[in-house]
T-cell receptor, first 113, second 109 residues
Framework: ETGVTQTPRHLVMGMTNKKSLKCEQHLGHNAMYWYKQSAKKPLELMFVYNFKEQTENNSVPSRFSPECPNSSHLFLHLHTLQPEDSALYLC????????????FGDGTRLSIL | ELKVEQNPLFLSMQEGKNYTIYCNYSTTSDRLYWYRQDPGKSLESLFVLLSNGAVKQEGRLMASLDTKARLSTLHITAAVHDLSATYFCAVTSGSRLTFGEGTQLTVNP
C-alpha cells in the first residue's frame, strides 16, 4: 500500500473517446503531480497542484485536462488522444510542492487505439 | 534547463558482484533522489541526498553525492537477484523534480 491509489490500472480507449484517470492520496499531503512515463524516456512532469491550485503546466497539450477538487484527489481528463499518448501515467504526492520525496501511485497504463 | 543523465542505461550483472551506477546533472541543485521501480509497479523512494559529501546506505545499496562535480553514484555490493529493477535518479531545480532515463538492472544467478 503506497498511500497513493490510481484507478483504473489499465485503460484502452479510442482516439475519439473521453475518459478520466483518478488519483487519491491518503497521506495528508498538499501537493499532487501527474507524470507521463513512456518507454525509453525519462519521466515527464505534466502538472503540479499545490493546495488545489495548479502551479505548473509543463506545456501539456489541451487534450489533457487536470482537475484537483481537493488536496486528496486529482483527476486527468482525456479527450481526443493520439496514439503517441499511450504510456504509463503516474500520480504522485508530497507534503509540500517544494519538499520531496514524492510518493508515487502504481500508475495507469493507457493504450490509445 | 536541468538535464539528468544516468549511465549505464542497461546493466546485467552476476550475483555476488559489485557495480556502480552514475548520475550526472547539468545545473546546481541541492537535493538528489534515488528511486527504484519494479516492472508494472510504482516508484519507491530509496535515498534522499541533501548535501555535498552525503552518503547513505541501505542493505546492499549505497548512494553518494558530490555537488561540486554534479555527480551521484549508486553502488551495489554483492548483488542479489532481488535487486533487479530500474533505478532512477532525480534532481530538484526549484520545485521541479527532473528524472534521469533510468538504469535497468538485471542480476543473474
Amino acid at each position: 500500500e503506497t498511500g497513493v491509489t490510481q484507478t483504473p490500472r489499465h485503460l484502452v480507449m479510442g482516439m475519439t473517446n473521453k475518459k478520466s484517470l483518478k488519483c487519491e492520496q491518503h497521506l495528508g499531503h498538499n501537493a499532487m503531480y501527474w507524470y507521463k512515463q513512456s518507454a525509453k524516456k525519462p519521466l515527464e512532469l505534466m502538472f503540479v497542484y499545490n493546495f488545489k491550485e495548479q502551479t505548473e503546466n509543463n506545456s501539456v497539450p489541451s487534450r489533457f485536462s487536470p482537475e484537483c477538487p481537493n488536496s486528496s484527489h486529482l483527476f486527468l481528463h482525456l479527450h481526443t488522444l493520439q496514439p503517441e499518448d499511450s504510456a504509463l501515467y503516474l500520480c504522485a504526492s508530497s507534503q509540500d510542492w517544494q519538499l520531496q520525496p514524492q510518493h508515487f501511485g502504481d500508475g495507469t497504463r493507457l493504450s490509445i487505439l | 534547463e536541468l538535464k539528468v543523465e544516468q549511465n549505464p542505461l542497461f546493466l546485467s550483472m552476476q550475483e555476488g558482484k559489485n557495480y556502480t551506477i552514475y548520475c550526472n546533472y547539468s545545473t546546481t541543485s541541492d537535493r538528489l533522489y534515488w528511486y527504484r521501480q519494479d516492472p508494472g509497479k510504482s516508484l519507491e523512494s530509496l535515498f534522499v541526498l541533501l548535501s555535498n559529501g552525503a552518503v547513505k546506505q541501505e542493505g546492499r545499496l549505497m548512494a553518494s553525492l558530490d555537488t561540486k562535480a554534479r555527480l551521484s553514484t549508486l553502488h551495489i555490493t554483492a548483488a542479489v537477484h532481488d535487486l533487479s529493477a530500474t533505478y532512477f535518479c532525480a534532481v530538484t531545480s526549484g520545485s521541479r523534480l527532473t528524472f534521469g532515463e533510468g538504469t535497468q538492472l538485471t542480476v543473474n544467478p
